[in-house]
């Protein structure tokens, strides 16, 4: 039987590598945290103020815990630096100045987060780094993202828990994400997505994978069930709730204790996993025997090599934040047009406020119009909101809903992507809405409008206010909203729009590319 033998690294005749290679790794850290301060400071602002983000605090402890308890197989470990891995960072660095210029915040952290490892990888070399790769790669974990996934978890959640209530054969009516059941109401919110169990779940199944498994196929089947199993997790939570209210009355899992058998719930789940994923573990623990350390002396000068290269890993990190900062970006509004009503056409005429008491939430626009038609006793609001400079939390790409009103008097039955049905050359989805009042429908088209281009997709509107940037050194860009009324039959609702938007696409364009 063979021994198996972990390869170390050392560097010969050099005692004090290993602590001037840490002491190179510590002041890189501080030195990119000062450059990147406010991008830094915008992740632990998420942190404070998100439940859901809240084990952002914990992923730096964790990480330097995980190099702590790997520490004997690291003592005096040095590996040849990687001046090559420096165009890395300078790639992460570029990433994050877009990002900067167009203000999105999770591409920023993202950036940072891929501009420190890199950074970390280039002073201790590809070896070394590889042996390190899961503490520097759970750093991503800080960045608070995730949030995108709420609205198909949410969908998910509402179709499972109608599908279960049903296949129970209990009677359910469903409303979007809304449920009535003979006994009460539910609705399935942001809070019921699951997002945060999908977070939690995938974080803690990382770090038990890694100290549990040694191969990578028995880590990658236990993250992939630690993403799964939460998603499936979460609907049998919900089902769970709906009936535990339906048997007592609406006595019971409504209010704080909903929330409590929630994570309840989901602390049993995750015991179960972590459980089960024990009979099949290869730690120490397990047995498995703690292989010794060869180390293999490589000869050279390591200090030397290591300062030159933080010295040039230092000139590289600060380059993006440089550049954004000598780029003269005006935030002045210049002399501009004032937006006028497209002029009716084909039918249609200029008619007066259709009282439905309800605009978009959508705040800080420069510009904004409100203007209703009617043709043949049909009715089309158009309500248009124009930035012509755009500063941090007054942009046109805006991450609250546009559709619930102020006072709380619209729920959100559905949204989905509709095709606009402008033909080929001018073919773009809009984003669809379906709201419902106490006595009314409203069918709302929603879309923006930049440098020529109209689209639902706020990531290519992103995209096109970088290239706006580039070209002419502003950003501006609309977004248009469509409503009108509707019964039962959604399709004609759409048909309705549809024409309006035929007949008056181009004179929209026309009024808000002037």
């Not at 915040?105 to 780094?129: D, K, M, N, R, Y």
């Not at 503490?135 to 279960?164: C, I, K, Q, R, Y």
């Not at 290869?282 to 390591?302: L, S, T």
């Not at 124009?386 to 559905?414: A, I, M, Y």
Request: neutral net charge; hydrophobic residues 50%.
């Amino acid at each position: 039987m063979t021994e198996e033998v972990q390869v170390g690294y050392t560097w010969r005749g050099s005692a004090l590598a290993g602590r001037s290679l840490t002491v190179a790794v510590a002041v890189y850290v501080v030195l990119a945290v000062a450059v990147f301060f406010d991008t830094a400071a915008s992740m632990v602002r998420v942190w404070s103020v998100s439940e859901t983000f809240a084990h952002g605090f914990l992923i730096v402890p964790i990480s330097l815990w995980l190099l702590w308890r790997d520490r004997d197989q690291l003592a005096g470990a040095v590996a040849r630096p990687q001046p090559t891995v420096l165009l890395l960072t300078l790639g992460g660095g570029m990433v994050w100045l877009l990002a900067y210029l167009v203000e999105v915040s999770v591409v920023q952290q993202l950036a940072f987060v891929g501009i420190l490892i890199t950074g970390i990888w280039s002073l201790l070399g590809t070896e070394l780094a590889r042996r390190v790769a899961f503490p520097l790669g759970f750093l991503v974990m800080a960045v608070p993202m995730g949030e995108g996934l709420v609205p198909s978890l949410v969908e998910l959640t509402a179709n499972t828990t109608e599908a279960l209530v049903r296949a129970s054969g209990i009677p359910v009516y469903r409303e979007g994400t809304y449920l009535t059941l003979p006994t009460g109401h539910w609705s399935v919110v942001e809070a019921c997505s699951g997002v945060r169990y999908l977070i939690a779940s995938f974080t803690l199944g990382l770090v038990y994978a890694y100290l549990t498994y040694r191969s990578l196929w028995k880590r990658g089947v236990f993250v992939l069930v630690s993403l799964l199993l939460p998603i499936a997790a979460n609907s049998l939570r919900a089902y769970g709730i709906v009936m535990i209210g339906h048997f007592s009355g609406m006595e019971l899992a409504v209010g704080v204790d909903h929330l409590i058998y929630g994570w309840v719930f989901f602390g049993v789940v995750m015991f179960l996993l972590f459980w089960i994923g024990s009979f099949w573990r290869e730690d120490e623990q397990g047995g498995a025997r703690a292989m010794p350390v060869q180390h293999r002396e490589i000869a050279g000068q390591p200090g030397t090599s290591v300062w030159v290269t933080l010295v040039l890993l230092v000139a590289v990190t600060a380059l993006g934040p440089v550049i954004a900062r000598g780029l003269s970006v005006g935030h002045t509004l210049a002399a501009t047009t004032p937006l006028s009503a497209v002029p009716a056409a084909g039918g249609w005429e200029l008619t007066a406020d259709a009282e439905w008491f309800w605009h978009p939430l959508h705040q800080g626009a420069d510009q904004e119009l409100q203007v209703f038609y009617t043709n043949s006793g049909a009715v089309v609001g158009m309500f248009v909101r124009q930035h012509l400079q755009q500063v941090e939390g007054v942009e046109l790409v805006q991450s609250q809903s546009p559709w619930r009103s102020e006072d709380g008097g619209w729920r959100v039955l559905g949204e989905r992507a509709e095709p606009a049905g402008l033909g080929v050359e001018s073919a773009f989805n809009v984003r669809e809405a379906l709201l419902q009042s106490a006595g009314q429908r409203l069918l709302v088209w929603s879309w923006y409008r930049v440098g020529g281009t109209s689209t639902d997709n706020p990531y290519l509107v992103k995209l096109l206010e970088a290239l706006q940037l580039v070209r002419q050194g502003q950003r501006k860009g609309s977004r248009i909203f469509l409503v009108t009324p509707v019964d039962e039959d959604l399709a004609n609702g759409r048909q309705q729009l549809r024409h309006f938007l035929k007949i008056h696409g181009a004179a929209l364009d026309a009024v808000l590319d002037r």
